[in-house]
């Protein structure tokens, strides 16, 4: 199975600070990576996904930004938090576009915008 | 859009009790996942139900994918407190198998 190491565990940064999480993948090539951001004890909204180094496909209008600069380290980052930009960010892997595919989540980012 | 609701959002019970929570949709789906997740952890596969009324056993788990492939269920049986956490239904939709539309969550406590 795969392992998702994600950080920092935790971050608390002023509005207006620039944002940078990593996410990096073991025991897997070519996996497809993905980020969630999670309100609390509420569903995950897919804010990104990576099919490939350098293919990132937005699912919401905000101002986040996800890079792939390597097979598997997917970054998420903002130049400028909102308040709303507060939450529990999840990075995940998995392997294909089958249906019986699973999502291996790493540990998650619990960001506090003050 | 929520595509997929679930319910109850919360459900607290006592130690023995069945509970049923349900994940329903008006979308077709290839196939629908359950989670389950720790406070500050990432979610954990359950399970992966693909045929329209198939049903899949875990232990004291059962889960139900809908003849429709538009909803699903999962049913605890004698409920311990260690089922506690937050269940999270996932459907892959049929135009985009990349993706999973994770459900707004059911939020188990089951008391001692």
């Known amino acids: 199975s795969q392992t998702i190491h994600q950080w920092p565990a935790t971050l608390v940064q002023p509005v207006g600070s620039p944002l940078s999480l990593e996410c990096t993948v073991e025991?897997?090539?070519?996996?497809?990576l993905y980020w969630y951001r999670q309100a609390a004890g509420r569903g995950l909204q897919l804010l990104f996904y990576?099919?490939?180094?350098?293919?990132i496909s937005s699912e919401v209008p905000q101002n986040l930004s996800a890079s792939r600069p390597q097979d598997r380290q997917f970054i998420l980052s903002s130049k400028k938090l909102l308040l709303s930009d507060s939450g529990f960010y999840l990075c995940?892997?998995?392997?294909?576009?089958?249906?019986?595919?699973?999502?291996?989540f790493g540990p998650g980012t619990r960001l506090t915008v003050l | 859009t929520q595509l997929l609701e679930q319910s109850p959002q919360f459900l607290s019970i006592q130690e023995g009790e069945n509970l049923t929570v349900y994940c329903n949709s008006s979308?077709?789906?290839?196939?629908l996942q359950w989670y389950r997740q720790e406070p500050g952890e990432g979610p954990v596969l359950l399970v992966t139900?693909?045929?329209?009324?198939e049903v899949k056993k875990l232990k004291r788990l059962t889960f139900q994918f809908g003849d429709a492939r538009k909803d699903s269920s999962l049913h605890i049986t004698a409920a311990q407190p260690g089922d506690t956490g937050l269940y999270l239904c996932?459907?892959?939709?049929?135009?985009?198998?990349?993706?999973?539309?994770f459900g707004s969550g059911t939020r188990l406590l089951v008391r001692p």
């Open positions: 995940a892997s998995s392997g294909g576009p089958v249906v019986t595919d699973t999502q291996y």
């Open positions: 025991g897997t090539s070519n996996p497809n």
């Open positions: 990576s099919v490939g180094i350098g293919q």
């Open positions: 979308s077709v789906f290839s196939s």
């Open positions: 139900v693909v045929t329209g009324g």
């Open positions: 996932a459907g892959r939709k049929m135009d985009s198998s990349y993706k999973l539309i």
